[in-house]
């Protein structure tokens, strides 16, 4: 039997890895897109000539959409990969981040219900949640977010914790730690550090303007994070997880690691750049991903200092392709 899959977010980072797994392992895969005037499907648009992959427009915060949809493909597994994703951009929205983040993942558990399916729920939660406790984070740590994203997020949580209780529905949670990849979004600080080498490297640009460089993440490479999320599903038991490398470095750890990968010295172009910070601060993120590990046998192979490297080359290459060097 082909297995049916449904992905909210399946123009983001995260989203086009997944339906590339998908695909590779004979899925239908069926992607929610959003409307927008110009296309913006870049991540995925070598996936089209795949007769597999079938994109549906809606949006997180059109319920009637969603419920006709789920009715529609009757997929076996939902992932919901679909968000406003960016932390300092949800302080500008605050509401617009709750309505995607939080109630979208409400709208979306009420199609599945509705549409009365068998049918497997992945919740894309994050480190965000835990906020301001201190690391090393794991599924036991208190939850304290630091930002109106991260508070939407520990809704989604919940209620996904929730409707695996009150509904008996397969949901799992997975508390991913940030990762990132050549096709991670311009304005997330690795890429916007790799973008700003490249940039610099080729003469295009003199300076790179910067935030906090104090903030410790737990970076880790998005391809593999994705697989995580999908042997989440294919267990026995609905469970939630942490997915991370385990290992933390500053923001400042990973300039030098990018600037130098090009053959810079990082202190030679980064600006501070006050506009960068948050009004609040997550300062230090770091998982414990021991449960994926034994549980699932899912390990991180790729730690931020080696991500550091691989995103420099690819966005030197691009970069270069792009102005004709
Ligand atoms: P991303 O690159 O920002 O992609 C977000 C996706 O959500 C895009 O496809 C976007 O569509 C879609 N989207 C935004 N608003 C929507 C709405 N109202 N209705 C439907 N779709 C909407 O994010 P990502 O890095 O792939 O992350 C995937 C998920 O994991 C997100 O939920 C994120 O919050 C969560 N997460 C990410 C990380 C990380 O480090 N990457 C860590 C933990 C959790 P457009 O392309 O049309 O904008
Ligand atoms: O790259 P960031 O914007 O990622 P952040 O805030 O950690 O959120 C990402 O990871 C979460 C998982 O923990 C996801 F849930 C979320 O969707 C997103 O993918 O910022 C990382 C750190 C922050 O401390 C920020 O203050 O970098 C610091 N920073 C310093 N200068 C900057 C900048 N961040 C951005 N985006 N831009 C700067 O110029």
Redesign the pocket.
């Known amino acids: 039997m082909t297995k049916r899959a449904f992905i ?8 086009s890895y997944l339906a590339e797994l998908l695909l590779g392992k004979g899925y239908e895969v069926h992607g ?3 409307r ?1 005037s110009t296309l ?1 499907r870049g991540r995925i648009d070598h996936l089209h000539p795949n007769s597999e992959l079938h994109l549906h427009y ?4 059109d319920g009637v959409g969603l419920v006709n949809l789920i009715r529609e493909i009757e997929p076996h597994e939902v992932y ?7 932390v300092k951009v949800s302080f500008e929205m605050p509401e617009y981040t709750a309505s ?2 939080a109630v ?1 993942t409400l709208r979306l558990l009420e199609a599945i219900r509705a549409a009365d399916i068998d049918c497997r729920y992945y919740q ?5 949640m835990f906020g301001a406790t201190p690391p090393p984070q794991n599924e036991a740590s208190p939850f304290y977010p630091r930002s109106p994203y991260g508070a939407a ?1 520990l809704y989604s949580h919940w209620v996904t914790v929730n409707y695996r209780e009150a509904y008996d529905l397969f949901a799992v949670s997975g508390i ?5 990849s050549p096709r ?2 311009e304005s997330f600080v690795t890429r916007k550090i790799t973008l700003g080498v490249a940039a610099i490297k080729l003469g295009v640009a003199d300076e790179l303007h910067l935030g906090n460089l104090e903030a410790v993440r737990d970076w880790g490479y ?1 391809p593999e994070y994705v697989e995580g999320m999908w042997r989440m599903l294919q267990h026995d038991v609905p469970q939630d997880y942490v997915l991370a490398t385990g290992k933390g470095f500053s923001v400042r750890q990973f300039c030098e690691a990018a600037f130098a990968q090009a053959g810079l010295d990082w202190e030679d172009f980064v600006v501070y750049d006050k506009q960068f910070e948050r009004p609040t601060e997550v300062d230090a993120l770091i998982g414990d991903p021991s449960k994926a590990r034994e549980v699932l046998g899912w390990e991180a192979q790729t730690d931020a200092m080696a991500l550091a490297r691989l995103m420099v080359e690819a966005d030197l290459e691009q970069m270069a392709r792009l102005i004709g060097t």
């Not at 909210?8 to 989203?15: K, L, P, R, V």
């Not at 894309?124 to 965000?128: D, G, K, M, V």
């Open positions: 909210t977010g399946i123009t983001g980072q995260d989203g929610l897109v959003r927008a913006n809606g949006d997180l915060t919901n990969l679909g968000a406003q994703s960016h995607t983040d979208g894309a939660s994050t480190s965000e997020k991913l730690f940030n990762h990132e991670r979004g998005a």
